[in-house]
């Protein structure tokens, strides 16, 4: 188990304020001629809790930056302001990525390309185990073989190389890499995202079973709601680099209150014919730029409740009712049209 | 089968010639489209339905592929029989096709509006004499003088629906979001009038909020100008929302087709059924979700009968033995499985 003093009364991970900026214009911009360097502004004031045990899902569309987020959390992108909280300890205070990794590590959308094509499954598996354990080598390959067929790879896969596996058999390789050091957090970014739909429903429940087995939080990174229903207890919803809603998953799918939330629900088809949602929906317009992102509210020039305060004023996140927040100048307009849609 | 259904592909079968031997990447797959009618062709990865597509418009590279049997029929003409010289007459005009990648698909080098100008060109050039449909063309416009080129480029914008598109005209493809460039390739496909529009995973590579609008356009646009779609995709749920019929394909066949409502109210096919058990609704509370086992196939080994034997929770000793064929359940539901027959 980690080295560092945990805490039960912190939140697992608890993220602040968090903001990630890149630089853009580079190669073209001369320093000392170009006054202004351009910022994208990927995750712009963003605060987040996982509690022990709980899933956390994060959802949005691309460019959004749940995956700045992700990745700013693994310490893989620096972060401008805000903090980040690992078991109460900041997360700066972590300076070796080794202390890190102990605790969160990751899965990625690909699983193709986060995979070593040269490397054997096995030694794939138990290479975390070389840093950030003391195991021999003996030891090592125990533990792999354990994880693997936690995740449902039996012993003719030790041997194997990435080529010779399905997309299905590769995911499962990653996830059986992300745990075998025991982390508390797994970040799950878009896990199923690149799988066919019948794997896909393998992976989701496996996850589910290897988080009762190994006692793990997870962060998923979607842009799939059903996915976030299925695995997740609570929800945030991200727009152009914010949250702009959060709350229990149940509540924020199934009566979801922000006018992006509900453009982002109505717009996920929905597998029967007889309802066609997909014909309703009423939504203009693209995820803005997070270059030069809307002033006021992000989603101001897309929302079909907008008046002239959003485009001046940036909404707060604000307490919506039990456990769930929106930042929204007029969430009381959303609740009126649902009334009226329910009715 | 129908004479008036635009396509008619019968007993079609394609084989790509590889080293290690030939695979059936399209196994003895039969379908028809009527006129105005959306239907898609749903599978997993390898299950045949983009070379089914490319088969249709008369794109697949040969080799390594080869027509091994069957016609595609369009409006009676058997477009397998056309020298390369015929079939570009219908290609672009009479059938059309939009990719997955819409940024792929526009040349990077050249402005919005003059792509839409080539393609309206090419339109007029051929004027569609030479083709055998002679269909009522009661919307087609006038094809000299009264409307300048600038107008008709516009008009092709205005018609998937594009804001501002005197400006968008003068850009370059990559000045484009990822909708408005399917947009884009969908208004330059159907600028043309084709009574066929191929559309391969036309919004896989789409944010949701962009899929719903770009398929809401399709569905619209469908009747304005006088189409038929076959769309080619890997979501069922999509599938649900647009189409008139679906056919399942399974490693290059076609396992169960029927009206949208038949099929999803009384799924027939193992496969099918499965595949509506794996899409998650609900929470990790309510049912957990029952996958189908195994993974999607490789056609280089695959069982000579049921070719979804080895994954099938209802699997029976006939179904390792012989291949079961698409057959007429009801109405105009098939299915080729032995539970069924």
Redesign the interface.
Same mark, same amino acid.
């Given at each position: 188990m980690p080295a560092i003093s945990t805490n039960e009364d912190h939140p697992l991970l608890q993220i602040e304020e968090l903001a990630v900026y890149f630089d853009v214009g580079g190669s073209f911009s001369v320093p000392l001629l170009t006054k202004r360097t351009a910022h994208v502004k990927a995750v712009d004031g963003v605060a987040i809790d996982v509690g022990v045990g709980q899933t956390v899902a994060v959802v949005g569309e691309s460019g959004c930056g749940k995956s700045t987020l992700a990745r700013a959390v693994l310490g893989l992108v620096e972060s401008k302001r805000g903090s980040i909280r690992i078991q109460g300890q900041d997360s700066t205070a972590l300076k070796r990525s080794k202390d890190r990794f102990k605790i969160i590590q990751m899965v990625f959308q690909d699983p193709d390309s986060s995979l070593d094509p040269t490397m054997k499954i096995k030694d794939t598996v138990s290479e975390p185990l070389v840093g950030l354990s003391s195991m021999n080598k003996n030891d090592r390959e125990k533990k792999a073989i354990e994880v693997l067929n936690a995740v449902g790879l039996d012993n003719k896969f030790l041997d194997r190389l990435p080529r010779q596996l399905s997309g299905g058999q590769k995911q499962r390789v990653n996830i059986a890499r992300a745990i075998v050091t025991e982390p508390s957090l797994v970040i799950l970014d878009e896990p199923t995202s690149a799988l066919d739909a019948s794997v896909q429903a393998q992976i989701l429940n496996l996850l589910l079973e290897l988080q009762t087995k190994y006692n793990l939080s997870y962060l998923i990174i979607t842009h799939n709601i059903s996915v976030a229903e299925y695995l997740s207890d609570r929800t945030y919803v991200m727009y152009a680099g914010k949250i702009v809603e959060h709350g229990p998953t149940s509540a924020v799918i199934n009566e979801p209150r922000h006018p992006y939330t509900i453009a982002l629900i109505t717009s996920a088809p929905i597998p029967d014919p007889k309802e066609r949602n997909l014909l309703k929906v009423e939504i203009v317009g693209e995820v803005p730029s997070v270059i030069n992102p809307p002033p006021g509210c992000r989603f101001h020039p897309r929302c079909p409740y907008a008046e002239q305060k959003c485009s001046i004023q940036e909404p707060p996140l604000e307490p919506i009712g039990p456990e769930r927040f929106a930042a929204c100048h007029f969430i009381d307009k959303t609740a009126r049209a649902a009334g009226k849609a329910s009715a | 089968m129908e004479d008036n259904s635009v396509l008619n592909v019968d007993g079609l079968s394609i084989a790509y010639e590889l080293k290690t031997g030939a695979v059936r990447a399209v196994d003895n797959v039969s379908m028809s489209i009527r006129p105005h009618e959306l239907v898609a062709a749903v599978g997993?990865?390898g299950c045949g339905k983009t070379t089914l597509g490319l088969s249709i418009i008369g794109l697949l590279p040969s080799p390594p592929a080869k027509y091994v049997s069957g016609e595609v029929n369009f409006h009676g003409k058997n477009l397998l029989s056309l020298a390369p010289d015929e079939m570009r007459l219908y290609r672009g005009t009479e059938i059309a096709m939009i990719f997955q990648e819409p940024m792929t698909s526009l040349n990077p080098v050249f402005k919005i509006g003059d792509q839409i100008q080539e393609a309206i060109e090419l339109r007029d050039s051929r004027g569609k004499r030479n083709v055998a449909t002679e269909r009522n063309r009661s919307a087609s416009p006038s094809r000299s003088g009264t409307k300048t080129k600038r107008k008709q480029i516009i008009d092709v914008l205005n018609l998937v629906r594009i804001p501002d598109p005197e400006r968008v005209a003068d850009r370059y493809p990559f000045e484009l979001?990822?909708?408005?460039r399917q947009r884009v390739m969908i208004g330059i496909a159907l600028a043309q009038k084709p009574s066929l529009l191929i559309a391969d995973e036309p919004t896989t590579a789409l944010?949701?909020?962009?899929?719903?609008?770009v *398929? #809401?356009l399709m569905?619209g646009l469908m009747e304005e100008v006088d189409t038929s779609i076959l769309m080619i995709t890997?979501?069922?749920?999509?599938a649900?929302?647009?189409?008139d019929r679906i056919a399942v394909m399974y490693a290059g066949q076609i396992v169960e087709e029927g009206e949208?409502?038949d099929l999803?109210s009384h799924p027939l096919h193992p496969y099918t059924q499965?595949?509506?058990?794996?899409?998650?609704?609900?929470?990790?509370e309510g049912k957990? *979700? #029952?996958?189908?086992q195994g993974?999607?196939p490789d056609l280089r080994s695959i069982p000579a009968a049921c070719k979804f034997a080895p994954r099938c929770p209802y699997v029976m000793k006939r179904c390792e033995a012989a291949k079961p064929e698409l057959t007429v359940k009801e109405g105009s539901h098939r299915v080729a499985c032995y539970l069924h027959q």
């Amino acid at each position: 188990m980690p080295a560092i003093s945990t805490n039960e009364d912190h939140p697992l991970l608890q993220i602040e304020e968090l903001a990630v900026y890149f630089d853009v214009g580079g190669s073209f911009s001369v320093p000392l001629l170009t006054k202004r360097t351009a910022h994208v502004k990927a995750v712009d004031g963003v605060a987040i809790d996982v509690g022990v045990g709980q899933t956390v899902a994060v959802v949005g569309e691309s460019g959004c930056g749940k995956s700045t987020l992700a990745r700013a959390v693994l310490g893989l992108v620096e972060s401008k302001r805000g903090s980040i909280r690992i078991q109460g300890q900041d997360s700066t205070a972590l300076k070796r990525s080794k202390d890190r990794f102990k605790i969160i590590q990751m899965v990625f959308q690909d699983p193709d390309s986060s995979l070593d094509p040269t490397m054997k499954i096995k030694d794939t598996v138990s290479e975390p185990l070389v840093g950030l354990s003391s195991m021999n080598k003996n030891d090592r390959e125990k533990k792999a073989i354990e994880v693997l067929n936690a995740v449902g790879l039996d012993n003719k896969f030790l041997d194997r190389l990435p080529r010779q596996l399905s997309g299905g058999q590769k995911q499962r390789v990653n996830i059986a890499r992300a745990i075998v050091t025991e982390p508390s957090l797994v970040i799950l970014d878009e896990p199923t995202s690149a799988l066919d739909a019948s794997v896909q429903a393998q992976i989701l429940n496996l996850l589910l079973e290897l988080q009762t087995k190994y006692n793990l939080s997870y962060l998923i990174i979607t842009h799939n709601i059903s996915v976030a229903e299925y695995l997740s207890d609570r929800t945030y919803v991200m727009y152009a680099g914010k949250i702009v809603e959060h709350g229990p998953t149940s509540a924020v799918i199934n009566e979801p209150r922000h006018p992006y939330t509900i453009a982002l629900i109505t717009s996920a088809p929905i597998p029967d014919p007889k309802e066609r949602n997909l014909l309703k929906v009423e939504i203009v317009g693209e995820v803005p730029s997070v270059i030069n992102p809307p002033p006021g509210c992000r989603f101001h020039p897309r929302c079909p409740y907008a008046e002239q305060k959003c485009s001046i004023q940036e909404p707060p996140l604000e307490p919506i009712g039990p456990e769930r927040f929106a930042a929204c100048h007029f969430i009381d307009k959303t609740a009126r049209a649902a009334g009226k849609a329910s009715a | 089968m129908e004479d008036n259904s635009v396509l008619n592909v019968d007993g079609l079968s394609i084989a790509y010639e590889l080293k290690t031997g030939a695979v059936r990447a399209v196994d003895n797959v039969s379908m028809s489209i009527r006129p105005h009618e959306l239907v898609a062709a749903v599978g997993e990865s390898g299950c045949g339905k983009t070379t089914l597509g490319l088969s249709i418009i008369g794109l697949l590279p040969s080799p390594p592929a080869k027509y091994v049997s069957g016609e595609v029929n369009f409006h009676g003409k058997n477009l397998l029989s056309l020298a390369p010289d015929e079939m570009r007459l219908y290609r672009g005009t009479e059938i059309a096709m939009i990719f997955q990648e819409p940024m792929t698909s526009l040349n990077p080098v050249f402005k919005i509006g003059d792509q839409i100008q080539e393609a309206i060109e090419l339109r007029d050039s051929r004027g569609k004499r030479n083709v055998a449909t002679e269909r009522n063309r009661s919307a087609s416009p006038s094809r000299s003088g009264t409307k300048t080129k600038r107008k008709q480029i516009i008009d092709v914008l205005n018609l998937v629906r594009i804001p501002d598109p005197e400006r968008v005209a003068d850009r370059y493809p990559f000045e484009l979001s990822g909708g408005m460039r399917q947009r884009v390739m969908i208004g330059i496909a159907l600028a043309q009038k084709p009574s066929l529009l191929i559309a391969d995973e036309p919004t896989t590579a789409l944010d949701v909020t962009t899929q719903a609008q770009v *398929l #809401k356009l399709m569905k619209g646009l469908m009747e304005e100008v006088d189409t038929s779609i076959l769309m080619i995709t890997h979501d069922l749920a999509v599938a649900s929302q647009v189409a008139d019929r679906i056919a399942v394909m399974y490693a290059g066949q076609i396992v169960e087709e029927g009206e949208v409502f038949d099929l999803f109210s009384h799924p027939l096919h193992p496969y099918t059924q499965g595949l509506l058990a794996c899409i998650p609704s609900g929470s990790k509370e309510g049912k957990r *979700l #029952k996958p189908i086992q195994g993974s999607t196939p490789d056609l280089r080994s695959i069982p000579a009968a049921c070719k979804f034997a080895p994954r099938c929770p209802y699997v029976m000793k006939r179904c390792e033995a012989a291949k079961p064929e698409l057959t007429v359940k009801e109405g105009s539901h098939r299915v080729a499985c032995y539970l069924h027959q």
